[in-house]
């Protein structure tokens, strides 16, 4: 049986439909489906359609907001394709958000941990190369990269039938990617730093994972991350995957194109689909240029540049050491010899500033920082260790999560807008001015004061599917503005603090709010007129989602507005508030509590009326004050009265006797 | 009120013509003029001892006097004016008696009279500073204003 909630979402006695139409049976687990994550079998209450599944995003992984955005529920061929997303009940119980995606045609390729047998080149052009690459092309398309390319992500139903790209949306770009399957300059990252890449790069996933059904087994296998990266980096991608290994002429010729060291020297998919031509292209590429004499740092020796900006991105305190003492020049200038890479390098080190501990330690990142940069151009930018392109600031904020030190970092990286220090080392791969641009809109956003700004709020704003990790709203999958206030009334059955609106929902409403409320998030940094700034932002929230009542938050609230009626002057008229403001929460009904708070007519007919009763006990003061100030007068006016009446009855005596007397 | 500090000295011109008047009574009635100086005389010691400008409380003991000495100075006229009735009016003690009783009663009202009515003032003025004030703290109560300085 369906209903309808509050919000407006489709519910069935399992939770709430994605999209309206679709119901996560997450006691139905598919293993290996969802590229990575799991993946659940889904019931579609619309359609009724067979074939769908639901994949699940880790909480602080977000999916991808632009890519599903922009795929919409159009499906692209020979890609498992995103239909809808939303959140709904996961394993457990536990809230969490599923992306919907057509089911693939069969099993995957190759599981995650185990190889498979060789194929043919035949099998690996016609099943592998061309479907692949056409899919690729269009994604590409639709302005979408997929960065999820390697066996155990290629599904097919039988044996010679062409392969599907699996899910690549559920998490954040490359990010359950292994080193293997990425260039350096992204194996490099951290997973969620990976960024949205390039068509070369899902051409470059392609290319190894052609290299991979070719052998039948992972190449460099047993090495770590780090030693697979270091190994492309010294050796080139080609020689360090296929070393040794035989391969067949046609099928090397065109791996050595799609592993390329520059992302420009790859074949696109439109000629990937024509193996003739894809072989037949020939990029001349100047090999790396490698040292007469290695420079010895502790994570190994160092023969040529890339492997040198490597390094010391990985070590930024043994790089920075060797930069600013020169050794690093010499190096550059007597074994490498390239006298032109340490010029540049030299005006890195002399932009270098900072005076205080601080200053100097930021002086130092950014110096390396520039230096990774000239050293090696294709390489992500790097920042105290940590390697992440621009565009995935986003999802390495949600996965710093709490990490208090990854945060300061990421921080400071902002603050120092290493971001654009980065960018104008390397014009030659991209125009330095947008990113300037983006540095300084960043760090303004980060150094937005109040409970709206810092950190938190970058991280809601440049990641639209992350969840707001309130106390309030734990075990709560509060994506969008509109779930907030339904998750907030649930919580308000058991408030765990005296004010609903905390930082983290300030920071998660700032990001998520189509109107500037910025004005009303600073005043929740202020004791006293905090509770009135929460009602005020609440009841335009339930005006906004038209939500009828919400007697909870109401009830939560009422307590600390009670002193927000001392606005009001007049006593008899606070008395007759405070019965309103009952009656208005009592009803749930916020915008009418903030009515009876903030009418304006009212208020200033209290002020006007407050203003006349002032005016009179100025004037009863003035009074008393004569009449204490008149004592001497009075005393004064009292013997004159006294004495004529004195005088005028002496006088009527006289006159009677008189009149008496004459009479007689 | 007698003995007064500030009383200033009384005119020349006047007290001339004061003694001419009584010189004139002596010689034409003189039984009269002793009858009433003996009537007066309290009237006469307030006149002297009175030092303030406007004299009020001369006026009022002389006016009470006059009141009560008009009777048996009338009578004395009536019947001559001569020193035998002035001697027979002068020997009945009530006559003298009740002319400087009146003038004693009219110095004591002269004193009174400011006292009561300052009394009566004092509890008017006190009566509307009390309403005031009553008037005030319900302002206060009702609007929040902040109480009087003490």
């Known amino acids: 049986m369906q209903t309808q909630n509050e919000s407006g979402h489709t519910e069935t006695p399992n939770g709430p439909l994605i999209g309206g139409a679709f119901a996560v049976l997450a006691d ?92 043919r080149e035949a099998e690996l052009l016609n099943c592998l190369l061309r479907p692949a690459a056409a899919a690729l092309e269009r994604l590409h398309a639709r302005h979408v990269t997929h960065r999820n390319i390697r066996p155990a992500n290629l599904f097919r139903a039988t044996s010679g039938a062409p392969v599907t790209l699996g899910c690549g949306w559920a998490a954040p770009p490359a990010s359950l990617q292994p080193a293997l399957f990425e260039p350096p300059y992204t194996a490099t990252c951290l997973p969620n730093g990976r960024g949205e890449g390039s068509l070369a790069d899902d051409v470059y996933a392609l290319g190894v994972t052609l290299l991979c059904l070719a052998i039948g087994r992972l190449p460099m296998e047993g090495l770590d991350d780090d030693a697979i990266v270091r190994r492309k980096l010294e050796v080139g991608s080609f020689a360090a995957l296929v070393g040794e290994e035989r391969l067949p002429s046609g099928i090397a010729d065109i791996i050595r194109g799609m592993l390329a060291e520059d992302p420009d020297h790859r074949p696109p998919p439109v000629l990937l689909a024509d193996p003739a031509a894809a072989r037949a292209r020939r ?16 994570a190994g020796p160092v023969w040529n540049a890339r492997v040198l900006a490597h390094s010391i991105a990985t070590n930024p305190e043994q790089g920075a050491r060797l930069l600013r003492s020169g050794v690093v020049d010499r190096w550059l200038r007597r074994s490498l010899g390239d006298s032109a890479l340490a010029a540049r390098l030299d005006e890195a080190r002399r932009q270098r500033g900072g005076d205080t501990a601080a200053e100097e330690a930021r002086a130092d990142a950014l110096l390396v920082t520039r230096a990774a940069a000239a050293l090696d151009p294709l390489a992500p930018l790097c920042w105290q ?23 300061h970092s990421l921080q400071e990286m902002i603050d120092a807008e290493a971001l654009a220090a980065w960018a104008a080392m390397r014009p030659e791969r991209g125009d330095p001015l947008p ?19 810092g950190l938190r709020r970058l991280r809601y704003a440049l990641n639209p599917l992350l969840r707001c990790t309130s106390p309030s709203l734990e075990g709560r999958m509060v994506v969008r503005l509109a779930d907030l206030l339904t998750s907030l009334e649930a919580a308000a059955a058991n408030p765990s603090q005296p004010l609903p609106i905390d930082a983290e929902i300030a920071a998660f409403m700032a990001a998520r709010h189509e109107q500037r409320i910025d004005g009303d998030l600073a005043l929740l940094a202020t004791g006293d007129r905090a509770a009135l700034a929460q009602l005020r932002l609440l009841a335009a929230l339930q005006q906004r989602d038209r939500i009828v009542a919400l007697p909870g938050i109401a009830a939560w609230l009422k307590p600390q ?67 204490l100030s008149q004592n001497a007068a009075r005393t004064e006016t009292a013997r004159r009265i006294g004495e004529e009446c004195a005088l005028a009855s002496a006088l009527c005596c006289l006159a009677v006797a008189t009149m008496a007397a004459v009479l007689s | 009120m007698a003995g007064r500090a500030n009383a200033a000295p ?14 004139l009574l002596l010689v034409m009635a003189a039984p009269v003029a002793i009858l009433a100086g003996v009537l007066l005389l309290p009237a006469g010691i307030a006149w002297q001892m009175e030092r303030a400008q406007a004299a009020t409380m001369t006026r009022i003991v002389t006016t009470a006097g006059l009141a009560m000495a008009i009777g048996p100075i009338v009578h004395l006229w009536s019947n001559g004016a001569g020193w035998a009735m002035t001697v027979e009016i002068l020997s009945d003690i009530r006559t003298p008696a009740a002319c400087w009783a009146a003038q004693g009663g009219a110095w004591l009202a002269s004193e009174l009279a400011p006292l009561l009515v300052g009394l009566a003032l004092n509890l008017l003025a006190a009566t509307r500073a009390a309403r005031l004030r009553s008037l005030r703290k319900r302002l206060e109560a009702d609007w929040g204003l902040p109480p009087a300085a003490s």
């Open chain 2, 10 to 23: 009384r005119g020349g011109g006047r007290m001339w013509l004061l003694g001419m008047g009584c010189g």
């Open chain 1, 283 to 298: 990029v001349a590429a100047r090999p790396a240029q490698r040292a007469q004499v290695a420079l010895d740092m502790d």
């Open chain 1, 561 to 627: 507005l009670i002193p927000a009626l001392a606005v009001w002057h007049s006593r008899q008229r606070r008395t007759v508030m405070q019965g309103a403001l009952e009656d208005a929460g009592k009803a749930g009904n916020l915008p009418g509590m903030l009515a009876v708070i903030e009418d304006p007519t009212q208020r200033e007919i209290d002020a006007r009326e407050a203003k006349v009763a002032a005016d009179g006990v100025a004037a009863i003061d003035a009074e008393l004050a004569r009449l």
């Open chain 1, 385 to 407: 260790g940590m390697r992440l392109w621009p565009d995935a600031l986003g999802p390495v904020l949600a996965g710093a999560g709490n990490d208090e030190v990854r945060c």
């Open chain 1, 435 to 453: 990113l300037r641009g983006e540095a300084h809109q960043l760090r303004a956003l980060m150094r937005a004061k109040g409970p709206g700004g």
């Open chain 1, 28 to 119: 139905r687990p598919l293993l290996g489906l969802g590229g990575g994550c799991p993946a659940f079998a889904v019931l579609d209450h619309r359609g009724g359609r067979n074939g769908l599944i639901a994949v699940q995003s880790r909480l602080e992984a977000p999916p991808r907001a632009a890519v599903l955005s922009a795929l919409g529920n159009i499906p692209v061929e020979g890609v498992v394709s995103p239909l809808a997303h939303g959140p709904a009940p996961g394993p457990g119980g536990v809230p969490a958000w599923f992306v919907i995606c057509s089911a693939p045609p069969g099993p995957p390729v190759w599981g995650e941990a185990a190889a498979g047998p060789a194929w």
